[in-house]
């Protein structure tokens, strides 16, 4: 069965930092690739970062490189996301699912990431 829990959105002022958290589980997570999405209300689900099964190969959206970090607890089925100089652009629904997961697969609640000026 699988799960999907994101944590970690808040309301932040624009410059700030959150660390987003995912746990997983399912049929052959902890062996893929995993990745972080976002969504705005009303537009398409877009792609953030992206890390190998061990967490030694990751790469990121030209719109968060240099600001956002992935990482992975591969004992722990976990997932982060640190996300920093926040930008009011950044504010949507993040998500987490395997590498290209469609629209049609399982997503978890997402958790909500609001950038103020």
């Known amino acids: 069965q699988v799960q999907l829990v994101e944590s970690g959105g808040d309301l932040v002022q624009a410059g700030g930092s959150l660390r987003l958290s995912c746990r997983f589980s399912g049929p052959g997570f902890s062996s893929s690739y995993m990745g972080w999405y976002r969504q705005v209300l009303g537009k398409q689900r877009e792609w953030v970062a992206r890390i190998s099964s061990g967490g030694g190969y990751s790469n990121y959206a030209d719109s968060v490189k240099g600001r956002f970090t992935i990482s992975r607890d591969t004992h722990e089925n976990r997932m982060y996301l640190q996300m920093n100089s926040l930008k009011l652009e950044d504010t949507a629904t993040y998500y987490c699912?395997?590498?290209?997961?469609?629209?049609?697969?399982?997503w978890g609640q997402g958790t909500q990431v609001t950038v103020s000026s």
């Open positions: 699912n395997q590498w290209g997961a469609s629209d049609d697969a399982y």
